[in-house]
């Protein structure tokens, strides 16, 4: 069908969408379908004057049907596919960031920056259009440092902090990755996700004429946000979105606006089918040999630690950088599930290990046992996974556990060199040199994360004396959290073992804390205080 002028749109469909409210997801709830799309081929502008009209037309409590946008809006003479299209905003949108291989400028613009909106274009007099969100310059608004400068070193180096659109403005005018990233990660600390995406909208709407490339800084980052806001979308987020993806094509703006739709369509999709954990059902038939602890001993521990990466690397590159600031403000398996997920997982192998060692009765079957975990350990370490590693050492460090087995001297060595990677002193000084040196894949320890997290965001104000917003505590933030991403990056090549993964069990099997201290004291009984 072709649309050759502002002709009405055919009858709505049967079964529109609506906005029912289902679900409650971490902070708000979202539609039941998925927010109004734009059509994949529509090259003129009476494919968006048509589209804009069916948007006013149509009461806010519907939904408009992908396929029905798709026929109503189709231009049959327009030869480019939706898989030309995709992969021509990929390669002009998508380009690669670049970071600045000379120290970053001072806060001083050139005059050709300051390019003034004509008079025709802005209403000076409106209070919207009145502030530093509406200024090419966001100078007056940022407060910096001014250290010595060390060659490479990025924008935020300076910054020490800003208002709240001083920040959002700078994001736009110099698209330093790592500073655009600490405000995508830890806006939600000093504003709503809401009111960020609103003033990406004005800073758009503003320069649109004036400036356009200001314009379309302004459209990346509430890109960037919206692809980050992962299982928080909620409803008014979606209503945003659709709006500012409606002002994009009525502008003819189809490359952007086809960017955010595919975005806003991929987070929604997202929570709706959203699973945090990973449960493991292997596809043969579990034998009560595989499930014995004898099957342990005919394992060769290289074979188990891999297994146990390939795990434990499934669960951590789930994690968002999100749910992480949220963890450590409140954990809680709604706003972090992946988080807690892997928290959880990391303790169940630890008392599971633990509970390997006690639940067996003989002597010599507790010395082997404890020998084969301890090599397991130390071919975990090799693999860079710090974070099962950590697990077996506090198991086999457990004071129940280390007082019914004996160790020879080269096992006690082991033991010794683990302790001294593992150790607490200097904050973790060795870990943390280990994690550094490390060459990826590598699994990450989160309670070093959170830890350092946990001290920053509890031990320093979220406002300067000044009132403006801490971005120095904002982007230390982001450093702690990015190196989890770093370390999901690359992801371990590993085949996945179905007679390990079912010995394994999803570590479920294991006693608690009391009952481990109840049958230790069972094997080696106390010694009475005379």
């Keep these: 069908m072709r649309l050759?002028?502002?002709?009405?749109?055919?009858?709505?469909?049967?079964?529109?969408?609506?906005?029912?409210?289902?679900?409650?997801?971490?902070n708000g709830a979202f539609p039941e379908g998925p927010p109004p799309t734009l059509p994949s081929r529509a090259g003129h502008f009476n494919g968006a004057k048509n589209y804009t009209k069916m948007m006013d037309r149509y009461a806010p409590s519907f939904e408009i049907d992908e396929e029905y946008l798709k026929m109503s809006l189709q231009d049959t003479n327009n030869h480019h596919n939706e898989q030309d299209i995709k992969e021509s905003i990929y390669h002009t949108y998508h380009r690669e960031e670049t970071r600045p291989t000379t120290p970053p400028r001072p806060p001083v613009r050139t005059v050709a920056e300051t390019t003034e909106t004509p008079e025709s274009t802005v209403d000076v007099d409106a209070p919207e259009r009145n502030g530093i969100l509406f200024?090419?310059?966001?100078?007056?608004?940022?407060?910096?440092?001014?250290?010595?400068?060390?060659?490479?070193?990025?924008?935020?180096?300076?910054?020490?902090?800003?208002?709240?659109?001083?920040l959002i403005?700078?994001?736009?005018?110099?698209?330093?990755?790592?500073?655009?990233?600490?405000?995508?990660?830890?806006?939600?600390?000093?504003?709503?996700?809401?009111?960020?995406?609103?003033?990406?909208?004005?800073r758009y709407e503003h320069f649109k004429v004036s400036n356009p490339k200001l314009a379309e800084t302004s459209v990346k980052l509430f890109n960037d946000i919206l692809s980050n806001i992962w299982m928080y979308l909620t409803k008014p987020m979606i209503d945003i979105a659709t709006e500012f993806i409606r002002i994009l094509f009525e502008d003819q703006q189809m490359s952007l606006a086809l960017t955010l739709q595919n975005t806003l369509l991929t987070q929604f999709q997202y929570c709706r089918e959203h699973k945090c954990d990973v449960v493991y059902s292997p596809a043969t038939s579990i034998s009560s040999e595989q499930l014995s602890w004898t099957f342990l001993l005919k394992i060769k521990p290289r074979d188990i630690a891999l297994q146990m990466t390939q795990i434990d690397f499934e669960k951590f590159s789930k994690i968002k950088l999100c749910e992480i600031l949220k963890y450590v403000k409140s954990p809680s398996e709604t706003t972090s599930p992946n988080m807690c997920?892997?928290?959880?997982?990391?303790?169940?192998?630890s008392f599971w290990a633990s509970s390997l060692v006690l639940r067996r009765d003989a002597k010599d079957e507790r010395q082997r046992v404890y020998r084969r975990l301890l090599s397991v350990m130390e071919h975990l370490i090799k693999l860079n996974n710090f974070s099962s590693a950590f697990a077996l050492f506090a198991a086999l460090c457990k004071t129940?556990?280390?007082?019914?087995?004996?160790?020879s001297s080269k096992q006690e060595k082991i033991l010794d060199t683990s302790q001294t990677l593992m150790d607490s002193s200097e904050s973790y000084k060795n870990l943390r040199s280990a994690l550094k040196s490390a060459t990826p894949p590598l699994i990450a320890y989160l309670g070093l994360c959170v830890a350092d997290l946990t001290f920053l965001i509890h031990g320093n104000p979220d406002l300067l004396e000044s009132g403006h917003v801490n971005f120095t505590k904002r982007h230390l933030t982001y450093t702690f959290m990015n190196v989890v991403r770093t370390s999901q990056a690359v992801p371990y090549n590993i085949t996945p073992r179905?007679?390990?993964?079912?010995?394994?069990?999803?570590?479920?099997?294991?006693?608690?804390?009391?009952?481990?201290?109840?049958?230790?004291?069972?094997?080696?009984?106390?010694?009475?205080r005379s």
């Excluded at 002709?7 to 971490?26: D, M, S, V, W």
């Excluded at 790592?178 to 009111?195: A, G, P, R």
């Excluded at 007679?499 to 009475?528: A, G, L």
Aim: proline share 9%; hydrophobic share 30%; net charge negative.
């Design 135 to 166: 200024e090419v310059d966001p100078a007056p608004e940022l407060l910096y440092n001014y250290g010595p400068a060390k060659q490479g070193d990025s924008m935020q180096s300076y910054i020490k902090g800003g208002t709240v659109d001083g």
């Design 4 to 26: 050759d002028g502002p002709a009405a749109p055919p009858p709505l469909p049967p079964r529109p969408y609506n906005f029912e409210l289902k679900g409650t997801p971490a």
């Design 400 to 407: 129940a556990v280390r007082r019914v087995v004996n160790l």
């Design 498 to 528: 179905d007679d390990i993964i079912t010995f394994f069990n999803n570590f479920s099997d294991y006693m608690k804390e009391e009952e481990m201290w109840k049958r230790s004291e069972q094997i080696k009984p106390r010694k009475k």
């Design 341 to 349: 997920s892997f928290v959880d997982h990391f303790n169940s192998v």
């Design 169 to 202: 403005a700078e994001a736009t005018v110099y698209r330093d990755l790592e500073f655009v990233q600490t405000i995508v990660f830890t806006h939600s600390t000093f504003t709503t996700t809401d009111d960020i995406l609103k003033k990406c909208t004005k």
